[in-house]
């Protein structure tokens, strides 16, 4: 299996601040999925990051609020940027490991905006 | 677009007892994946179990088993011999097969919290 890191694994953070969160993971990937889990509903996907491209992002996101890197073939970030308490929730990045023929999760960060 | 649809928000089981949870999904596509993805407290999520629709075969992983009724695009999810770390958050997903394997990512649904009494 793929095990995936994030860092941090939350924070508080004031509003009109970002924050990046970073994705490890222990293989080389091509495709990385960042999503948002707002408290107590489902996961939405926020964007694609391929390496060597740009990200592509899901309808309600940009790249401005949402810019994503992917320098190389296991590590991505996504920073949150000017946050607002609309922002608050937790932000999970996913893996696509062929072999497996699954998906796997690294722990989330939850993000708290006063 | 695909969509993924949990009808009961929350559902209890008593400890050794077999619960039941409802997925439904809709897609015009013929083959793909679904799963379902348990969520504890700690808030990883963890696989369950998977199953490919070109499979007519239900998936069983153990004491976790799927009923897959592809015409009727149903895909739920049966816990037997309850336990109480099965308590969390269990998400259906879809995952199309367009973009190579598994390489797409995931359609959840709005997710069911199980609760399992003593």
């Known amino acids: 299996s793929a095990v995936i890191s994030q860092k941090p694994s939350r924070d508080i953070c004031q509003r009109g601040t970002s924050l990046t969160i970073q994705c490890q993971v222990d293989?080389?990937?091509?495709?990385m999925f960042w999503y948002r889990q707002q408290p107590g509903q489902s996961l939405t996907l926020i964007a694609t990051?391929?390496?060597?491209?740009?990200?592509?992002?899901e309808s309600g996101f940009v790249i401005d609020k949402f810019p994503i890197s992917r320098p190389n073939l296991t590590f991505s970030t996504l920073t949150v940027s000017n946050m607002s308490p609309e922002d608050s929730s937790i932000y999970l990045c996913?893996?696509?490991?062929?072999?497996?023929?699954?998906?796997?999760f690294g722990p989330g960060t939850r993000l708290t905006v006063l | 677009a695909q969509t993924v649809t949990q009808s009961q928000p929350e559902m209890s089981v008593q400890e050794a007892e077999t619960v039941t949870l409802s997925c439904t999904y809709d897609?015009?596509?013929?083959?793909?994946?679904l799963f379902w993805y348990k969520q504890p407290p700690s808030r990883q999520m963890i696989l369950v179990i998977r199953?490919?629709?070109?499979?007519?075969q239900n998936a069983t992983e153990n004491r976790f088993s799927v009923n897959f009724q592809k015409a009727a695009k149903s895909f739920s999810l049966k816990i037997s011999d309850s336990q109480l770390g099965d308590a969390a958050m269990y998400f259906c997903?879809?995952?199309?097969?367009?973009?190579?394997?598994?390489?797409?990512?995931?359609?959840f649904g709005k997710g069911t919290k199980l609760s399992v009494k003593p």
């Open positions: 996913s893996v696509g490991v062929r072999v497996y023929n699954e998906q796997f």
């Open positions: 199953q490919e629709a070109y499979k007519q």
């Open positions: 897609t015009s596509e013929s083959d793909y994946y």
């Open positions: 997903a879809y995952r199309s097969t367009l973009y190579g394997g598994s390489q797409g990512n995931l359609i």
């Open positions: 293989s080389q990937v091509t495709m």
């Open positions: 990051a391929n390496q060597g491209s740009e990200a592509t992002y």
